[in-house]
């Protein structure tokens, strides 16, 4: 959530002629405190937990009587961020279909055509390695760097092939970021090889806590950190 949905509408002037206004200024503080941690954890918190991290009773008290705040069953609504948080995730969604059914479109018609070109297709060098049986292109720089045909892979070849297999193990459209490319090249460094960083993302998806969440915290840039990647290697599911 923080990553892919980092930010929600608030209306000044809204705000000001709302029914927030009765409630005091300290009230009014905590209300804009809860709101951040709200939207963070993706519209999903319960009463406990409000009270757990905030330990303002009567100040939260003070909110749910004046209905700035509600509750249902155990959880706690903020229902304009519940409306932003649907209509956003709809709309990714939406996006999200119409992109692989264009990208699809376009591979079934490469295919009456009689194939790709390298230009046509990006995709196909992973293919072509995979192809090759190069089960291992991402070794330490000690160890030979060259795939079976003889051709050294590079670093910018290693990164396109591991958020290949990123995007296609959790069914995602990451195009990567100078941020994760630069903890990839660490962790090429540090010597973890491709089959460790396939392990580690196949885990994370296979995790329980990831999947309540949605695996909005699933992301290359996430599971290249040093630590991450280790407990994902070693995690079982």
Not at 37 to 52: D, H, N, R, S
Not at 78 to 101: C, H, V
């Amino acid at each position: 959530m923080a990553k892919e949905l980092p930010y929600f509408q608030f209306e000044p002037a809204e705000h000001l002629a709302g029914e927030i206004q009765v409630c005091s200024l300290a009230a009014q503080g905590l209300f804009a405190n809860i709101k951040s941690i709200y939207w963070i954890k993706g519209c999903k918190m319960t009463l406990k937990q409000l009270k757990g991290r905030f330990g303002e009773e009567s100040l939260i008290n003070e909110l749910l009587l004046e209905n700035i705040l509600k509750v249902s069953g155990e959880s706690v609504v903020i229902e304009f961020l519940d409306i932003q948080y649907k209509n956003i995730i709809s709309k990714k969604r939406a996006l999200s279909r119409a992109g692989k059914k264009g990208y699809l479109a376009k591979v079934n018609q490469a295919r009456l055509k009689g194939g790709l070109s390298e230009v046509e297709a990006p995709l196909k060098q992973l293919d072509k390695i995979r192809e090759d049986n190069i089960k291992d292109i991402y070794i330490p720089k000690s160890q030979a760097t060259l795939g079976q045909n003889g051709k050294k892979i590079s670093m910018v070849e290693k990164y396109d092939a591991f958020l290949g297999m990123f995007n296609e193990i959790g069914n995602r459209q990451f195009r990567g970021d100078s941020s994760s490319r630069k903890s990839f090249a660490a962790r090429i460094k540090d010597g973890y090889g491709y089959k460790d960083m396939k392990l580690a993302v196949t885990n994370l998806y296979k995790d329980p806590k990831h999947r309540d969440e949605a695996f909005k915290y699933a992301t290359p840039e996430f599971i290249l950190r040093p630590s991450i990647l280790e407990r994902y290697i070693n995690q079982r599911l």
